[in-house]
């Protein structure tokens, strides 16, 4: 996976731009969705068995895991429920989307530097986190 391997280490939040936007596009209930805002989660992404798992924590307690091979549809658990996605590579850039008709929901990750930019768009809404490597 040597495509990869820029994204692999470990990850400080630095900033999010319009995640209250996003989340309210996406349904998330107001109380939930102050609470992620406020989070200042750190990302680790590392390889394990054939696939790339990205494991986000906050305060030592995981918050949001995906582990998937490439190209391959995925079954992930998010903290609203089950989703199936699909990650490839395009450009140099980690992405995921759904899987299955309605689910338009699609991350962009792109290393610049030191820095990691995820950019989360629902319909025509995109919010933007911003990680520095550690």
């Given amino acids: 996976m040597a495509a990869v391997d820029k994204f692999i280490g470990k990850w400080e939040f630095v900033r999010h731009d319009n ?3 996003l989340f309210a596009e996406m349904g998330i209930p107001e109380q939930a969705a102050k609470m992620m805002v ?7 992404v590392y390889e394990e068995d054939g696939c790339l798992v990205l494991k986000e924590t906050n305060h030592s307690a995981t918050t949001h895991f995906e582990k998937f091979k490439l190209d391959e549809p995925t079954e992930i658990t998010t ?4 989703r199936e996605i699909i990650a490839t590579l395009e450009d140099g850039k980690l992405v995921t989307r759904g899987n299955k008709p309605g689910d338009d929901l699609v991350a962009i990750r792109e290393v ?3 820095q990691l930019v995820v950019k989360v768009t629902k319909k025509n809404t995109t919010g933007t986190c911003f990680f520095k490597k550690i």
């Fill in 112 to 114: 610049d530097g030191d």
């Fill in 79 to 82: 903290m609203f429920g089950k």
């Fill in 38 to 44: 406020a989070a200042k989660p750190h990302l680790e």
């Fill in 19 to 21: 995640s209250e936007a």
